[in-house]
């Protein structure tokens, strides 16, 4: 696998929008006032703006995630976990048929500043791509300024349970954020705790519901708890994953509440391989050989389990391991 490490580089503005064009690579990226233009020595992709943004500022937060991040059907990346594939057209069965498709690989660092420096140039004040559609100001225009707070956010690391003196400042309801308006009907009882003598401070529950509901971003990991290779993130759901996910092992989802409709198809070539409607209490494995997207009506509450284990990647894709978890009967 060749690493090509030449890093981002601005190749002029826009003069009618003010907006930066940029290469990486081989490919070069451009944006309007609707779209971000994509281009290689073969082809050419369009990407409507909101898409590419919130699709960009989540793989960049996500540090690549697990597998395959697709933009869309053509654009995405692959982690390496070290180096990173940028592709278009790569998972794509007719860009393939008609040889346009193209991969670059790079380390993962070139890869992340970038997009962020891509994201920082097209994003302007008032757009929060993190945020739901509906919570926030619209990408579409000319550049007006930029903004200068993160555009991603930072894990934050608890220092004890939560809930506990001095767990502070990653309890959410102690920051200040409100209960979001599609959790307004919901109880947030606290739990009994009932110690022993002598384990005072030590112990606590919290609810979780009362966290989650004062999540401000959709579609990112809003909790996270991490136990060696095990990782259980909650999140709030609300519109569409604004990328389609392919997995590289097995990814467990629980829905805590309301609904949220996935398309699932064949990870290589796209093709169907089926929709499921997921509602408050069901439990499912995504498949390790599968591509997902999902679409949440309503800000719903998910939590999603997936296994760090270093090098599981290889041994799903060697067919070592089934790309699912369990064998029924
Ligand atoms: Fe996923």
């Known amino acids: 696998m060749d690493v090509q490490s030449s890093k981002v580089v601005a190749i002029g503005t826009n003069p009618d929008t003010g907006y930066d064009s940029f ?14 233009h994509i281009e290689w020595p073969k082809g050419s992709h369009i990407i409507e703006i909101d898409r590419f943004l919130r699709a960009m500022v989540r793989d960049i937060g996500w540090g690549f995630f697990y597998g395959w991040i697709f933009f869309d059907d053509i654009f995405g990346t692959t982690n390496h976990y ?55 100001g619209s990408p579409l225009g000319s550049k007006t300024r930029e903004r200068t707070d993160p555009l991603v956010r930072g894990f934050q690391s608890a220092t004890r349970m ?44 919290i609810n979780l519901f009362d966290h989650i509901a004062r999540a401000d971003v959709t579609w990112n990991p809003s909790f996270t708890a991490i136990t060696g290779a095990s990782i259980c993130c909650v999140t709030s759901e609300e519109h569409m994953l604004p990328v389609i996910h392919g997995n590289d092992r097995n990814e467990w989802f629980i829905q805590l509440t309301d609904e949220i409709h996935w398309q699932i198809a064949d990870k290589n070539s796209g093709l169907p391989r089926g929709r499921i409607v997921m509602k ?3 439990v499912c494995a995504m498949p390790a050989d599968i591509r997902h997207q999902g679409f949440s009506p309503k800000r719903s509450m998910l939590m999603v389990m997936e296994n760090g284990t270093p090098g599981l990647e290889l041994r799903y894709a060697s067919g070592e391991l089934k790309p699912y978890p369990v064998d029924f009967g």
């Open 280 to 282: 408050a209490g069901d």
């Open 82 to 136: 070290g180096t990173v594939d940028v592709f278009a057209g790569a998972y794509d069965q007719g860009c393939k048929d008609q040889g346009i498709d193209h991969l670059e690989t790079f380390p993962a660092e070139v890869v992340k500043d970038a997009f962020e420096t891509i994201s920082r140039n097209w994003i302007n004040e008032g757009y929060d791509p993190l945020s739901a559609p509906l919570e926030t």
């Open 23 to 36: 290469r990486l690579g081989q490919f070069t990226f451009r944006r309007d006032e609707y779209f971000a």
């Open 162 to 205: 939560l809930g506990l003196e001095g767990d502070a400042p990653v309890r959410s309801d102690a920051t200040g954020h409100p209960i979001n308006r599609a959790f307004a009907d919901l109880e947030f009882d606290k739990p009994d705790i009932e110690c022993e003598p002598g384990f005072e401070g030590q112990l606590h529950a």
